[in-house]
């Protein structure tokens, strides 16, 4: 029987031990007249040949049709986006070097969801990239529909990518007969079929706890912190600012991170939902910027407030960084009233465009996200000191050495993303 004949690329030493027949412990050698190229996740495997026709015994071939392997996926992870963001959800596939998977969603005259995959996930790790922003129930539901949709379609694993989680904000109950909706809410996800949550900034921490599935908990602080490092802003003059007491642990993981700076609390009291008071400040911001840091702005009253107080204070400029813009009316408005020298937030929430304001500066996370998805899926740790740090391997933005760019100007407001740093900035994966 005629040796058999073995491609080139396939090894990385001169000689393979395989079995022949009928001879045993034969040695077949083999000229590496090329480097590996076939990669399956980043690991090496073995692709079928295609090159020269190469003669096997019958009882090797198979009497199946050979389908072209270039036309195969090379991975089994999938990436399928709601219709809550689409935008995230491309430039987390353009960062990964993926497609977005095919998905049909539309919605009945009576308002009920359809959701239809468009190719296989059979055995895939498939990842379901939706925000519940709002409208917050329509879009949880189709989450939970696309959810449903990936079980049934025998997917090996479910990872629920949920850039903002709505109802984060009833983790407990303030008074009685309250209800608590976030265990409600990841009660459904995971009876959904979920296998794991992975979310940006919770608004709790507790929150995760309410997931009888691991939850993979991603913090936008490292875009924001290498946004404001490119500022020319004296450490000597930066003070953060908590603009509630239930905020303080967050203020000052970002003054550790930002030269240690030191930290002001605003004192409020709620009168009820979506209406704040400002009481009193505790802390010295004269003559300083004051850096005011929060996890989502809804109707912007709490932090409109702190900043006149802060104003009144002495402040020199008033910056509000926040990875969720929610921005229910009357946000805007009070956000573009001058009180403030800039508001930095995240793409975590889609904004319409007719809600720029010349203050405004949009910063995108789907480097970390995507860096994130990475690593679940490669079973990495995502606690390393590289994972941890905020620099330019990590962060979509990278403007310390010069201005944003003329070309990343939308109706007067920065909106800087992956698609549009690509010819100047590429992340890590190709």
């Known amino acids: 029987m005629a040796a058999l004949a073995f491609s080139a690329s396939l090894f990385s030493t001169n000689k393979v031990r395989c079995r022949r027949l009928p001879c045993r412990n034969a040695v077949v050698t083999c000229n590496l007249g090329e ?122 694993n479910i990872t629920a990518v949920i850039p903002y989680f709505g109802y984060a904000r009833a983790d407990r109950k303030t008074q009685g007969r309250e209800s608590i909706a976030a265990k409600l809410v990841a009660n459904l996800i995971t009876e959904a079929g979920a296998c794991r949550v992975l979310a940006c900034d919770l608004h709790s921490g507790q929150s995760m706890g309410y997931f009888d599935i691991p939850v993979d908990h991603v913090h936008g602080q490292p875009v924001i912190l290498d946004y404001l490092a490119s500022k020319t802003i004296c450490s000597d003059d930066l003070v953060v600012v908590s603009p509630d007491v239930g905020g303080v642990a967050r203020a000052r993981a970002f003054a550790k991170k930002l030269s240690d700076a030191p930290l002001a609390i605003v004192d409020k009291r709620r009168q009820g939902h979506n209406v704040a008071e400002v009481m009193n400040l505790i802390g010295d911001v004269r003559g300083k910027v004051a850096v005011m840091v929060d996890d989502m702005i809804d109707t912007a009253g709490t932090i409109s407030k702190g900043a006149a107080l802060l104003h009144q204070e002495g402040a020199r400029e008033v910056y509000a960084c926040t990875t969720h813009a929610v921005f229910s009316p009357p946000a805007i408005e009070r956000l573009s009233s001058g009180l403030f020298q800039e508001v930095i937030i995240t793409n975590t929430i889609p904004l319409a465009e007719k809600n720029y304001f010349p203050q405004l500066t949009v910063l995108s996370v789907a480097n970390l996200l995507g860096e994130t998805i990475w690593r679940v899926h490669d079973d990495c740790s995502l606690l390393n000191e590289r994972h941890q740090t905020h620099s330019s391997w990590f962060s979509v933005v990278r403007v310390a050495l010069s201005p944003i760019p003329a070309w990343a100007s939308i109706d007067e407001c920065s909106y800087v993303s992956t698609e549009m740093l690509m010819r100047y900035w590429k992340g890590p994966r190709n």
């Open 35 to 156: 480097p590996l190229k076939y990669m399956y996740n980043g690991k090496p495997s073995v692709p079928i040949i295609g090159g020269e026709q190469v003669t096997f015994p019958s009882f090797l071939v198979s009497n199946q049709p050979e389908a072209d392997p270039f036309k195969k996926n090379d991975t089994r992870l999938r990436i399928f986006s709601g219709t809550a963001n689409p935008a995230l959800s491309q430039e987390i596939a353009c960062y990964m070097g993926l497609e977005l998977g095919k998905i049909k969603i539309k919605r009945f005259a009576d308002g009920e969801i359809y959701v239809q995959l468009q190719e296989s996930v059979r055995g895939c790790d498939v990842y379901l990239v939706q925000p519940t922003s709002p409208p917050a129930n329509e879009n949880l539901m189709e989450l939970l529909v696309m959810i449903d949709a990936c079980r049934r379609a025998s997917a090996k």
